[in-house]
């Protein structure tokens, strides 16, 4: 048997130090090892098989790191053929181990010592032995028994009883059922008892065998209970109710047929005809066993016939029939009837052996009828002064033999005091009843249609159903419906008010860029006009400076020319003395001229002011353009903001009738569900319980009932607890007869059908997979999930530290749909449909949560934030948001639309392992590794249960569809039903 690797074992994420060949890849060299280790010597004929003896010391100590998705220093020792083909050439040296770097450094030979003793995926160094082997086996050549990837055959042995660890449990939506894997094996309950209801075996030959080979991994129910999904090693199962089955009898003319019965065993089953033709057979037979013929009234061939009872023997060969005061029996070896007459009418009768008869009588006794001598001798008692409608007992020497009158009044004989003790009165009047021989239970229905248990050792009545139950569990499916629709309406209303709380938001702020942009217009046009004021300054400075300039210049030449002019005179003076009056009255003439020009130092000065002045205003000019750029390129901003804010606006404004326009189809569909509900609660208060004989089997464990109004089956335990519906018995028959091992019952059509009580309730259907031959799956299947419809399977597995595998199966005939490749880069450790079915949440040990639509397979969006592998998910009823459980031992709650946590629960102190939401609530029921079962307020983080448990280690957790009862288990192999608050309802037993 393969040991369970612990969940919180597997690490998606490990240290570089499981690589024995990471320094030969970066180029170091290897060093001789001081330190090797001791090699065992093999008997010199041991043949050393790869598939046996090396690979599976490889899987163990080596692959978690040196395989597809992680190979370690380029080595990939999966295979042989991956390991020659390493980037490595001398891994791997057939035939001589001494240069094979595998051998080496496992050995600890030479250095990076293989596995490290660091290493944090619990690997191994090799032993003695196992060195031994692989040393073999490569100076052997190094070869392949078998084709790569082809799983090494197992050899099977019994799980030891004491393993019994609960890894998966499910309840039905309605917490009527609950399914619970004691290591292999897998026991079904009910509410009313601790004791399992079935067990789910399979039949090798005509042994039944556990469950699984291997520990059950999980467990789910489908939406009505009536198949259970079971998870284990490379495979799933199936199982379906079938509580009967078909069987044979002769054909039986129900027009030719005067009265029907068969004996308590079920056995046997007896036939009268109007002419007085008795035929009995063995169920199971197509022909009579034997027929008997004999004189019976006129009357009984007339259009009016009297009513007839018949009663069969316990062994089928004899039977007695009443009509009237009437009794006559009639014996598979007599060769005439024998005949009694009873002082009063008879209406009822029952065998207790083939020489013991009691009937009751229209006066309200009971009449013991023996035979002995080939005679029959009666004693009466009396027991009512209303008639006897019903006699009971059962099929042992023990059982009570139980009277029931007319009005209801429940009397037992009492063989000591050789009379009737009344127990009690039943509150109402009974329609039909049965005794379980099991329990000294009374199985009753009223006439209201009401069925109810008479409890013969405590003498209490307690009412199991009123309505049928079928019924009763559609209008609560219904009502549930509608309930989470008001959940749906509320949180669509509330993303249609955030919707529109968006779109004033984004109006309001359009608004504001509006009121900036003409404030920035404004600015704008201010900020030309003063541009312009500063340009014309500035041309008007730049004239002066030019005219300034100029008359500069032109001062500057004529001072020039006039200065020469001087000093020419001067020159003349000297020399034309005689001239000298003349040219002093030019020279005083020129000089007065010389002084009317403007001074040369007060022109510069008055250049340099006008040059200054000019380039202040082209300063200020310059500084007025950059102020209006930098205003247009505001403007332009809040233009271009204006716009992008109209396009959110308008997708906003389309998210916004997007989002009312599902307000409106939640509302319209809550108004179908609603008066859906109120369909079924009519049909529910007008469809009794039963409106057919209550019909007991296997030893009153089974109880079969009918309701008038649907025409449907109902199968209960004898504890009381309801199984499901019998789609496949007649729809709209009748019950004719019933015994311990079957029923006979007529369709609609008037034909017989005659069905057995299997073996058991839940009988394997289906197997996807293999645990010892091919299979799709490549290692234990660890977490399996059916759709709302019922229609898919979801699984999730894969190996350890490889690529995770992820698969969507067709449950009607178990085909493969769509498998998703590569889903997560480790094991896929949990998988869980949306409420509404088209969205698959899966969780691995890679950390990683990611959503899948399920009807393309295509990945939606990844979430990331835990820091230890995923493994739990549950969905909240509003689709809207996700709780995921992780070994880093927090929970977080995620917003599926934006894809980000909303909150985060820690503290936990131990990894979670799973989670279900509580009902309709905003609220996460958690188990994890500490034994502790919690519920906390995923709105504001509170805690509201911590409840310490039995169990362990807890792994398993279901829930009922409103969150009211939970099923917890874990390692110590024991699992308990719990309420929200903690408190322990049952313990549940795995049973023999």
Known sequence: MIPHPS???????????????????????????????????????RKVVYSRDVAPVLTKNCVAC???????????????????????????????????????????AEDPVMPPEDNDVSAAALNPVELALLRRWIDSGAEIDQASGTPAPRQWQPLPSSLQTVYGSGMTPDGRLSVVGFGNQIRLFGSKSSEPIDSLERHVGNQPQPAHDDFVQ??????????????????????????FEP??????????????????????????????????????????????????????????????????????????????????????????PETMDAAHPITSMIWLDRDRLVTGDASGKVNRWQRENDAWTSSELAVSDQPIAFLCSAARDDAPLVAIDGSGKVAQFDAAKNQFVELGKLPAVPASVALSGSNNLLWVTAESGALGTFNLSDKTFIEVAKTDPLAAAQHASDQWETQVGERLIAAHDASVKQAQSN???????????????????????????????????????????????????????????????????????????????????????????????????????????????????????????????????????????????????????????????S????????????????????????????????????????????????????????????????????????????????????????????????????????????????????????????????QWLATGGGEPSRTGELMIWNLSDGSLVRRIESPHSDTVLCVRFSPDGKTLATGGADRMIKLWDVATGTLIKSLEGHTHHVSALAWNVNQRELASGSADETVKIWNIDSGKSTRTISGLKSEITRLVYVGRDDRIGITSGDGYFRVYRTDNGGRETNAKLPGGYLYALGANRDGTQFIVGGADGVATRVDKSGKQLQELVAGE
């Open 7 to 45: 969940r919180s074992r597997i690490s998606p994420h490990r240290r570089v130090a499981v690589t024995f060949l990471l320094a030969i890849a970066s180029g170091l060299s290897t060093n001789v090892s001081a330190n090797t280790r001791e090699i065992a010597e093999l008997p010199e004929d």
């Open 66 to 108: 040196h395989n597809a998705s992680s190979e370690e220093g380029g080595v990939n020792l999966e295979t042989v053929e991956k390991m020659k083909a390493s980037d490595v050439e001398d891994v791997l040296v057939p035939g001589d181990a001494q240069k094979s770097r595998l051998f080496l450094l496992a050995s600890h």
């Open 218 to 243: 999980d467990l789910r129910f489908d939406s009505d209970g009536r198949r259970v999904l079971s998870s284990g090693y490379r495979n799933v199962k199936l199982w379906q109710m079938a509580p």
């Open 247 to 336: 069987t044979s009898i002769p054909n039986i003319d129900r027009n030719e047929t005067l009265a029907i019965a068969m004996n308590p065993s079920g056995r046997h089953v007896a036939a009268l005809s109007p002419r007085g033709e008795l035929s009995v057979a063995e169920v199971g037979m197509n022909r009579w066993r034997w027929m008997k013929g004999f004189d019976v009234p006129a009357e009984f061939q007339s259009d009016q016939p009297p009513l007839v009872h018949l009663a069969v023997g316990p062994q089928g060969d004899c039977v007695s029939i009443v009509w009237d005061k009437t009794v006559r029996v009639v014996r598979i070896d007599g060769r005439e």
């Open 503 to 661: 779109v004033e938001a984004e109006k309001k702020s359009l608004e504001k860029i509006a009121g900036d942009i003409t404030a920035k217009s404004t600015a704008v046009a201010e900020k030309q006009k003063t541009v312009a004021d500063a340009k014309k300054a500035a041309e008007t400075a730049q004239a002066k400076l030019a005219q300034a300039r100029d008359e500069e210049e032109a001062a500057k030449k004529q001072r020039t020319e006039l200065t020469a002019t001087v000093k020419q005179l001067d020159a003349s003076i000297a020399k034309l003395t005689e001239q000298l009056e003349a040219l002093k009255k030019e020279k005083a003439d020129a000089e007065q001229k010389l002084a009317a020009v403007p001074d040369a130092k007060k022109l510069a000065d008055t250049t340099k002011t006008l040059s200054e002045a000019s380039d202040k205003a082209a300063k200020e000019l310059a500084t007025k353009n950059s102020e209006l750029s930098n205003e247009q390129t505001a403007l332009q901003l809040a233009e271009e903001t204006k716009a992008r804010g109209q396009r959110r606006l308008k997708r906003l404004d389309e998210e916004l009738k997007r989002r009312q326009q």
């Open 663 to 790: 307000l409106e189809n939640v509302k319209a569909e809550q108004e179908t569900k609603q008066a859906k509900a109120a369909a079924s609660k009519t049909r529910m208060d007008q469809s009794p319980a039963t409106d057919q004989p209550v019909a007991l089997t296997a030893s009153g464990t089974r109880v079969l009932t009918r309701s008038q109004t649907a025409g449907t089956w109902s199968l209960w335990t004898g504890a009381g607890d309801w199984l499901g519906q019998l789609p496949e018995l007649p729809v709209g028959g009748r019950l004719v007869a019933a015994g311990d091992s079957g029923v006979l019952i007529q369709a609609a059509d008037g034909q017989l059908h005659a069905l057995q009580a299997s073996e058991q309730i839940w009988k394997h259907q289906r197997t996807i997979g293999s645990a010892t031959a091919d299979s799709p799956f490549a290692d234990r299947v660890l977490s399996v999930d059916v759709d709302p419809s019922g």
